[in-house]
Structures are given as C-alpha cells and as structure tokens.
C-alpha cells in the first residue's frame, strides 16, 4: 500500500510540474493492474492526461479495469479517433462488459467506433442470458486446421497472436468450424517443423455451451484445471473461449452475491460506497421485516407459558442460551453445507447421506453440552431436574438445528433457488421457535408446572 501511495504522489508531482516525458516514463515501470488505484486518487483532469500518456496496448490494459463510472468519464472527454483507438485494443469480452455498464448515448459511440464486423459479433455477446457462458467469453482466440504443419501453425500464431486473448491453447477446426481438438503451445514448440497438426492435438477436451451457467463453467475450471475453457453453440462450433482470468471474476462475483444473502441482504452489482443509503436500506430491510415478523411467533409461545415462569422464574434465563446455542449449531451446519454445494463436493443424491452426518454430529455434540450445562447448574442451582430439562432440551435444540441447516440449504437447490438464502438469519429464527417449544414443553413435563 506504501508503495500505490508512492506512485500517486509521483504522479501528481510529475503532472504539477508539467514534465510529462517523464511522467511517460514512469507510467510505463508500473503495471497495468495497479492504475485502478492511481485513477482513484487523482481528478478527472489528471486522469485523462495520464491515460493519453499511455501506448496504445497499455491503454487498453488499463481501461479495462477501471471503475465503469471513470470508464465513462474518459469515453466523454476522448475525441473519435482516440476512442476507436481505445476500443481497437480491446478485447471483445472487455468491450462487450463496457457496453453493458455504460448510457445509451455513450453505448452509441462505442458502436460507431468498431468494424461492421465487430458489431455484429458485439450484439451476438449481449443476446445471450446474462449468466451465460456466452456472457463472459471472448471470440478472439487462435484456430488452426489439421493438416497444417507445426511451422505453418507458428506462421499463423505470428500472425494474429497479437490480436488474440490468449496463444498458450490453440483450437483444431474441421471445415465447418467444429471442435476436433486443442493443442498446447509448448507442444508445438518442441516438435518438428514439418510435424502435422493432427498428430499432436489432444482429442480429449471439455467444451462448454454458450448457454451453460457461468457459475458451472467457473468451476469447471478447478476440476479440469483449463487456462481457457472452448465454448461451443448447439451444432458444436466452436464460437469463442472463456479465459482464466474471467473465471475467477464470475468466482469473485457469485461469492459476494452469496455472502450478502447469507447475511440477509439482497445482492447489488454494486459496490458499497457506489450504492446510496436508501438503497443499502432497501436491501437490507425486506429480510429484517420478515425474520422481525416471524419472531412474534416465539414470542407468542413464551406467553403461553407465563404459568411456567411464575412457578420457576428461573427457567427465564436459560431462553438466551438455548436460542443462541441453537442458532450457532444451525449456522455451521448450513454454512458447510452451503459451501459443499456450491463446489460440487455435496449433490441433491447425498442427502440422506449428509443428513444422517449431521445427526450424528448433532448427538455428540448436544450431549457434550449438555453434560457441561448440567455439572454448572447442579452446582450454581442444585437442582438436578433443572440440569435435567435444559440438558435434553440442548440436546434437542443442537439436532433440530443441524438438521434444519443440513435440510433447508439443499431443499432451496431442489426448488432451483439459491441455497445461500437458507443461511444462519432464516435458520436462526426458524430454531428460536423450536427452542422455545421445545424447552417449555420439557420443563412442563418433567417438573410439573
């Protein structure tokens, strides 16, 4: 972070000064991922000084990762000529995420500024679902034919790799365009010239369909450990890849989504500081009603039982431990759970089988606590038939409440909804109810109130 504050305040005492050979010097020693956090600290004046100082390729590299507003911002103050210029570098993927953050008006410009050819393939990428793999994948990769040589194969790597997202895998075509194989750059680099194509190509590739979830094509990455995944449409043609890097942007994107609805927060594309109060409150208070709503129920329960608290005023005080405990054990078991379905690790089949793990975790560990509780209250109370009743109904409360967290998390993946929703606030409040049920209902009958 010292080293980020260095650049900025270098480049502002560069620009103050007017010496902008040197500020062009010094822009090309840092790299491209670390602009982001320069454009932040700087006006919108310097900003556009800065970027016309970059090269072209740099340029691109950079607009890429800004912040869509500062996207913006740039797009507005650049003349036509500077902005195809931009937009030439730009890989197609990046052009088509732009787009899609920017006004009508500003989406115009960019559309004027790239090939008939290029548009045409741009509003391609934006008809497909917005969760797609199509979504995310870019059309500019290397293909090559099976009856090329290794050395007419470099000829065209030469060629166009420039101009392509990636060159370390290269695509085999037949004729009409259908995947037949890929090919590694290392392999071809340590065979012969004159070595054909198709003696070398790797027939045994995964392939994705334009229409696939993003999401399974993220981890579809981890499984098979692919520097870009081949995405092909229904008649098998290869129409463009998914890259690396745009993996774990999906990875990045669909675990903030997760955490805020595990949190009970309607999910936002935006950031935190990008999005205003009101709609912080908005996202945030459809849930809090809801579970606020819900706990009149337990509320409800507990006045039923106002004989039970005049007999022994004590039991009171075991209310906030029992929901809390329960709430606890709830939360670890939907989490695990949660994450094991999001990587695969858990399927819909292993319910039975996760369920009866989770019991069996739930009786050893309900026990365990329930045997500290009893020794601290025979001793605080000495009153063993109230050791008694909080004892089972721990036990109780620890096996409804992993149960649920195991439940509920792969019910929602059933019902094709997001399991994160079945997280630790839902849980919490359904086993609050159960606690309070069950503790009062142990206590009547064991001692008599």
């Not at 607009?63 to 797009?75: G, H, K, N, W």
């Not at 010239?193 to 981890?222: G, H, P, Q, S, W």
């Not at 098979?224 to 994107?253: F, N, Q, S």
């Amino acid at each position: 972070m010292l080293e980020k504050n260095f650049e900025v305040e270098e480049v502002l005492e560069l620009i103050e000064q007017k010496k902008f050979n040197d500020l062009k010097k010094y822009l090309e020693r840092i790299n491209g991922a670390d602009f982001p956090t320069i454009f932040e600290e700087i006006n919108d004046e310097d900003a556009i000084i800065v970027f016309r100082l970059l090269d072209k390729e740099k340029g691109a590299e950079v607009f890429a990762e800004l912040d869509s507003d500062l996207q913006e911002r740039l797009i507005n103050s650049f003349t036509d000529v500077e902005l195809k210029s931009v937009v030439d570098e730009l890989f197609m993927d990046d052009t088509v995420d732009v787009i899609e953050e920017m006004p009508s008006n500003v989406v115009k410009r960019i559309l004027r500024a790239v090939s008939d050819n290029d548009r045409k393939i741009i509003n391609e990428m934006l008809n497909y679902p917005e969760d797609s793999a199509g979504s995310i994948m870019t059309t500019e990769f290397v293909d090559l034919k099976e009856d090329m040589t290794v050395a007419q194969a470099f000829e065209k790597i030469k060629k166009i790799g420039l101009k392509k997202e990636t060159v370390y895998n290269c695509y085999v075509l037949d004729k009409n365009r259908k995947l037949v194989g890929v090919i590694d750059l290392k392999d071809l680099l340590v065979s012969e010239r004159d070595e054909l194509v198709k003696n070398l190509i790797d027939t045994d590739i995964v392939a994705v369909k334009t229409i696939d979830d993003r999401e399974e094509v993220a981890k579809a990455f981890d499984k098979y450990g692919y520097v870009a995944m081949p995405v092909v449409d229904k008649e098998e043609r290869l129409v463009g890849i998914v890259t690396v890097d745009d993996a774990i942007d999906v990875i990045v994107e669909e675990a903030s989504e997760d955490f805020e609805k595990m949190a009970a927060i309607t999910p936002t594309e935006e950031g935190y500081f990008k999005t205003s109060v009101f709609q912080h409150a908005k996202n945030r208070i459809l849930w809090l009603l809801v579970l606020m709503l819900s706990s009149i129920v337990t509320g409800t329960i507990i006045t039923n039982y106002e004989e039970a608290f005049a007999a022994l005023p004590v039991l009171v005080a075991f209310i906030p431990m029992l929901m809390d405990t329960g709430g606890n054990c709830g939360s670890q078991s939907s989490t695990l759970i949660i994450r094991g379905l999001a990587t695969d690790e858990i399927k819909l089949k292993d319910f039975f089988k996760a369920l009866w793990k989770e019991i069996r975790v739930a009786l050893i560990v309900g026990v365990i606590l329930a045997i500290a509780n009893g020794i601290r209250i025979c001793i605080q109370y000495k009153n063993f038939k109230l050791a008694l009743v909080v004892g089972l109904t721990l036990i109780g409360v620890v096996t409804i409440s992993k149960v649920l967290g195991c439940m509920l998390p792969m019910l929602a993946k059933k019902l094709k909804l997001d399991p994160a929703i079945m997280a630790a606030p839902l849980i919490t409040t359904v086993v609050d109810t159960c606690s309070v049920l069950l503790f009062f209902n142990i206590a009547v009958a064991i001692l008599h109130i």
